[in-house]
Structure formats: structure tokens, C-alpha cells
């Protein structure tokens, strides 16, 4: 693994860890504004041509496996 995919995939999990923490800060306070800022900017990440550039991997998908994830 060359530099540039290490950082890519550290950026990948950080994303993720972030967004498996807003939302289940969202479960127990739907209402606070931190969780909800950081899920929908964790959101436009996967989304986003950097993410693309970044990564094979569909952002889309991803973002459905670790909803789910947190629903269990």
C-alpha cells in the first residue's frame, strides 16, 4: 500500500467512525445540532467527487451499510 492509499483509507475510516457516532448520538437526541451537522457533512463526503477519487468503493452503498449497521 503506497502513501497516498493509506491516507485515503485513514480519511475513509475517520468518515465513517464519524458518522456511525452522529448518528447514534441522533437515536438518543434527534434534535441535536452537532450529530445532525456532522452526519449531513459525513453525507456530501460519500457523495462527493473527492470521495470518488479517493476510493472504488460506492458512497452511496456504504452510507446504507453503516445506517444499518447502527440500526442493530
Not at 11 to 40: C, E, G, T, W
Request: no cysteine; net charge neutral; proline share 3%.
Amino acid at each position: 500500500m503506497d502513501q497516498f492509499e493509506g491516507l485515503a483509507n485513514a480519511i475513509i475510516i475517520q468518515a465513517a467512525v464519524d458518522y456511525r457516532l452522529a448518528l447514534k448520538h441522533l437515536r438518543q437526541n434527534p434534535d441535536f445540532q452537532p450529530a445532525m451537522s456532522r452526519k449531513h457533512e459525513v453525507e456530501r463526503f460519500f457523495r462527493s467527487e473527492w470521495f470518488s477519487s479517493l476510493t472504488r468503493i460506492n458512497g452511496i452503498e456504504l452510507l446504507a451499510r453503516l445506517k444499518t449497521e447502527v440500526e442493530i
